[in-house]
């Protein structure tokens, strides 16, 4: 008996042990659980798909810059989705899936056309009903299996610019033009917006900027297909959440509303009183400032560098909203110590290519896809449903009936 007492003792956690009963030990005080806004700092789960800090962005243990400047979006994607950095052979059967995998249903572009005609219709709206809908046509929509959920992500990473194009098709009143194979990944997305085959400078561009967006840690969206994912929900459903989350002006949006400030500008000549009358206003200027990023977004240097060299290459309107955002970005770091993040320079990037403002953000789901999904996968793989706590601050215990 003595032995199982003292077995048992001896798996008391010390703090609960006291060898001298009639004196115990004073309580353990803890501090108050933290409640920053926005769960800002707050390490949220494990992950080995993308490091995030001051010095780097890393996607799978490769450092962004060197991403940027010497691989292509479909390596990223692989590496992304993978998990490796591919093989030649690897390479080309992925590209080959991608390329197979572009067409969507007839049904599909009904659909589509609807509500890129609707009123009030936004562009995201419409790929997120895009992404839903073609989730009723794929035989492995509900196999949250790993095989399963691979192929849905290189099906959605195909579909999607398809979606974008079509979309854009419709509100320029122009036929559907078709993917077209011999293509790239981000060649291909800007000739179905625009019916004119890219240069090789403007799909390299849009091919490195597919990169800067394809992933970044727990963001906005990325948390929230998580948190969908976690409930053992399918992979076109978090996807879907993904896209709504992505929209709002403070996450993906950011592109747009950037690009959008500095059309209110209008000419170089008017930056100083604007922005003079912006911060009077406290005015928030999209494009600046990150949540993690506080010494700069190591993004936002690679994309200028390359738009701003288009710009000077195209001359006219594209090399004055340069003018302008560079003069924007000289006061804000001088006047208020705050750098651009990505969102920045690829307002002005995409503007001076001649893509459509309200498509800025549906061009980031077209990179960012590939992140998700991979998150979708890792949180499937090892599966814990995300139920946080909240610190209530309503009204204190009231009876009903007192």
């Known amino acids: 008996m003595s032995k199982i007492v003292f077995?048992?003792?001896?798996?008391?956690?010390?703090?609960l042990h006291h060898p001298n009963p009639t004196k115990a030990s004073p309580p353990v005080t803890t501090a108050a659980p933290t409640k920053p806004a926005g769960l800002e700092g707050i390490i949220a789960g494990d992950s080995a798909i993308c490091d995030v800090d001051q010095s780097s962005l890393i996607?799978?243990?490769?450092?962004?810059?060197?991403?940027?400047?010497?691989?292509?979006?479909?390596?990223?994607?692989?590496?992304?989705?993978?998990?490796?950095k591919p093989t030649p052979e690897e390479l080309a059967a992925f590209k080959h899936e991608l390329i197979h995998e572009r067409a969507i249903p007839d049904h599909a572009h009904d659909v589509i056309k609807r509500c890129a005609l609707g009123a009030g219709m936004h562009p995201m709206d419409v790929l997120r009903t895009g992404v839903s809908y073609l989730a009723q046509f794929d035989e492995?929509?509900?196999?949250?299996?790993?095989?399963?959920?691979?192929t849905k992500a290189k099906r959605l990473l195909a579909k999607i610019p398809t979606i974008i194009g079509h979309m854009q098709n419709v509100i320029d009143g122009r036929d559907f033009i078709h993917p077209d194979s011999e293509l790239g990944h981000a060649a291909n997305l800007l000739y179905m917006m625009t019916g004119a085959k890219p240069s090789e400078q403007e799909a390299r561009i849009m091919d490195v900027s597919l990169i800067l967006y394809a992933e970044h840690d727990f963001n906005a969206s990325t948390f929230t297909t998580r948190v969908i994912a976690g409930t053992l929900s399918d992979m076109h459903g978090a996807v879907t959440g993904g896209i709504a989350a992505l929209k709002g002006p403070l996450h993906g949006g950011a592109n747009e509303m950037a690009m959008e400030f500095l059309r209110e500008i209008g000419e170089l000549s008017n930056v100083e009183a604007f922005m003079e009358k912006s911060f009077a206003e406290k005015r928030k200027i999209m494009g600046f400032g990150h949540r993690v990023y506080k010494n700069g977004d190591h993004r936002a240097g690679i994309l200028h560098k390359l738009g701003r060299a288009y710009a000077d290459t195209k001359g006219g309107d594209a090399l004055k909203w340069f003018e302008i955002g560079e003069k924007v970005q000289s006061i804000m770091e001088s006047q208020k110590s705050i750098k651009p993040n990505v969102d920045f320079p690829c307002g002005m990037t995409y503007y001076a290519m001649g893509i459509p403002v309200p498509q800025y953000t549906p061009i980031f789901v077209a990179s960012r896809i590939t992140g998700w999904c991979a998150h979708i996968m890792e949180q499937h793989k090892n599966n814990r449903l995300i139920?946080?706590?909240?610190n209530y601050t309503g009204?204190?215990?009231?009876k009903w009936n007192g």
């Open 7 to 15: 077995f048992f003792f001896f798996l008391i956690p010390h703090t």
């Open 59 to 84: 996607y799978r243990g490769y450092e962004i810059a060197d991403l940027a400047a010497n691989a292509t979006f479909e390596e990223v994607a692989f590496l992304l989705l993978v998990g490796h």
């Open 140 to 150: 492995q929509c509900q196999d949250n299996a790993p095989e399963a959920e691979l």
């Open 387 to 390: 139920r946080p706590l909240s």
């Open 395 to 398: 009204p204190s215990l009231t």
